[in-house]
Nanobody
Framework: QVQLVESGGGLVQAGGSLRLSCAAS????????MGWFRQAPGKEREFVAT????????SYANSVKDRFTISGDNAKNTVYLQMDALKPGDTAAYYC????????????????????WGQGTQVTVSS
């Protein structure tokens, strides 16, 4: 089992920045893929970003590309989501997810491709 704990959410004004962290514990694997998803009230959960722990390959949703950056620290079993130029439309609960199968080009954009989930952290962007 893998446990994921998110932190770093909060309230920020439009144009501001936040950095989310996701700490993994338990049985972690070097070939894990880590991802961030978000869910706004009344909407479905949507993909935000993903990173391969072994090769460092990344993918982003078009809505956050060039504003958000996903990175990881394998030694700390932690993945980060740096969010800049935040917009009110980014308001959502953000969830960290882990996949214990290898990364491949084009993968890991759907929530069903992940095996473990954190409890989420709330991000609220005011206008």
């Amino acid at each position: 089992q893998v446990q994921l704990v998110e932190s770093g959410g909060g309230l920020v004004q439009a144009g501001g920045s936040l950095r989310l962290s996701c700490a993994a514990s338990g049985r972690t694997f070097s070939n894990y893929v880590m991802g961030w998803f978000r869910q706004a009230p009344g909407k479905e959960r949507e993909f935000v970003a993903t990173i391969s722990r072994s090769g460092g390959g990344t993918s982003y949703a078009n809505s956050v590309k060039d504003r958000f950056t996903i990175s990881g620290d394998n030694a700390k079993n932690t993945v980060y989501l740096q969010m800049d130029a935040l917009k009110p439309g980014d308001t959502a609960a953000y969830y960290c997810a882990a996949r214990n199968r290898p990364y491949y080009s084009g993968c890991c954009l759907k929530d069903y491709e992940y095996d473990y989930w954190g409890q989420g952290t709330q991000v609220t962007v005011s206008s």
